[in-house]
């Protein structure tokens, strides 16, 4: 017989998600009492940390329950990335990943990121190639439908218009320059970028075009320390490494690899704060030979 007994909700004594997602500045507060900081990270915010010298912490995810836990610890950007294809859906590449998919997790992302992240929504490969208004129609449709801060787009002098497109109509935009993994078929490999001259060159005069066009950040991935710190010295968006070096803005790790959960995956920027692979495995081994042992569940776990 079905139980009529009520089954408690999961999310059950959580808080509701904020009703305004920008807590407004309470310069209308008349109690006299100080004004309180809005909570939210905004494009603003993030020139303010360049300007103050502060770190900004980024790192991606891919849904709600991870997105609340990060938005809690105090990240300040969520990256909704195109990493998606690979370490959610299994891909080799970024390839393959849709528009519709990034709209679909990055939904769930705004959703967790209930009080202080700015979520980012990756543009995925062929969302922005074919022609600038395509890529502002679609910019537009991450910004519509999934309600996430901004977007990033990958590429130098190259995407400027489109950046330029989009800033101008107040889609934040953050850049991606070095390490493009949607260009791996142009280059081969996942080889360190802007290692010779004439790379070193162009990287910082995409960089300069990009910051004309309106990024209010800038992603580096996988270029030496020192051509890093040139480039960051030299914009007045902050740029965020990830295998840059020390010197950025501020840095993004997949959360992935941060905590863990890709053990095959090496390169020596990856910092590992966990090892969440082996808590998986070891809990789930755990709950097979209770079952199978008949120990779970017990008399306190049952009805
Ligand atoms: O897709 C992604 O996760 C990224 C980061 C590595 C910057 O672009």
């Keep these: 017989m079905k139980s009529t007994t009520p089954r408690p909700k999961r999310n059950a004594g959580v808080k509701k998600p904020l009703e305004v997602p920008f807590p407004v500045r309470s310069e209308s507060r008349n109690d006299g009492s100080a004004p309180r900081e809005p909570r939210r990270v905004t494009t603003r915010t993030i020139r303010e940390m360049k300007r ?13 329950t991870f997105a609340r836990l990060f938005d809690e610890a105090g990240a300040d950007i969520l990256l909704v990335g195109d990493s998606l294809s690979n370490v959610i859906q299994g891909n080799e590449t970024t390839i393959p990943v849709t528009l519709e998919e990034m709209i679909y997790h990055a939904r769930l992302v705004v959703r967790g990121a209930r009080e202080h992240a700015m979520v980012i929504c990756d543009m995925p490969f062929m969302s922005f190639q074919v022609t600038v208004e395509e890529g502002f129609r679609n910019a537009g ?50 080889r360190t970028r802007g ?21 209010f950040a800038l992603v580096l991935e996988k ?29 993004v790790l997949v959360m992935h690899d941060m905590l863990g959960l890709t053990e095959e995956f090496h390169p020596r920027f990856v910092r590992r704060y966990a090892s969440l692979a082996n808590t998986v495995r070891e809990a789930v081994s755990k709950y097979d030979s209770d079952i199978k042992k008949g120990k779970f569940p017990n008399k306190e776990e049952s009805y």
Aim: glycine share 14%.
């Design 223 to 251: 270029i030496p320390a020192q051509l890093a710190k040139e480039v960051t010295d030299s914009l007045q968006v902050s740029t965020i490494g990830i295998g840059a070096g020390p010197h950025c803005d501020g840095q």
């Design 141 to 190: 449709r991450i910004m519509k439908e999934t309600g996430a801060g901004g977007v990033k787009i990958e590429g130098g002098e190259r995407v400027a218009d489109h950046v330029r497109r989009m800033s101008e109509a107040g889609i934040p935009v953050m850049g991606h320059l070095g390490l493009t993994p949607q260009s791996i078929h142009e280059f081969g490999s996942y």
């Design 52 to 64: 103050r010298g502060e770190r900004v912490a980024m790192i991606t995810a891919y849904d709600y």
């Design 195 to 215: 290692t010779t001259k004439e790379e070193a060159s162009r990287l910082k005069h995409d960089a300069k075009a990009l910051e004309e066009a309106g990024v």
